[in-house]
């Protein structure tokens, strides 16, 4: 069995712990529930014939960027950035954390978790924005730890991308 930690990294409450209930306990609540340092869960699954065991590193938001605990990224194998698509500053935050996450441990894989797919009423992201963004090479996802939508695909993505040999 192959395991990866993976880090949740992303503003205050754009949905990290709720993403990792849903994908994990297949779980969602609408009560709010903060974060104090990190919280860590496991998940296995299979992809193509192997067995994946997900360490899931669930760290508290960090509007400050800088206040994310570097103890907290070392080791990891890669990254969930999330940003919340009715906040569109909180993707601007995720491109802070994706160079303190790079800085501490490499050039891992990493995927963008776009979440609240269920209000994209309200969402002051732009579809042109995460265009350029899947044009420059990210893995962009959009989700709903509300009603499931793609969240198991984001972490099947990064699974794919862990699993692909280093060149």
């Not at 893995?139 to 280093?166: H, K, M």
């Amino acid at each position: 069995m192959s395991k990866f930690k993976v880090c949740m990294l992303g503003a205050f409450a754009v949905g990290k712990t709720s993403l990792v209930q849903r994908y994990v306990h297949s779980i969602f609540s609408e009560r709010y529930q903060t974060t104090l340092g990190v919280k860590i869960d496991k998940k296995n699954l299979q992809l193509d014939g192997r067995s994946i065991e997900f360490i899931l590193w669930d760290l508290a938001g960090e509007d400050d960027f800088i206040n994310v605990r570097s103890s907290y990224l070392r080791g990891s194998a890669g990254g969930v950035l999330v940003a919340d698509g009715t906040r569109a500053e909180t993707l601007d935050i995720v491109f802070e954390l994706r160079d303190k996450l790079y800085h501490e441990v490499g050039e891992v894989p990493v995927i963008l978790i776009v979440n609240k797919s269920d209000l994209s009423d309200n969402w002051t992201i732009d579809s042109q924005r995460l265009q350029a963004l899947r044009d420059a090479g990210w893995q962009v996802i959009e989700t709903s730890a509300r009603d499931s939508s793609n969240v198991d695909q984001a972490f099947e993505t990064l699974a794919g991308q862990l699993l692909q040999p280093v060149s």
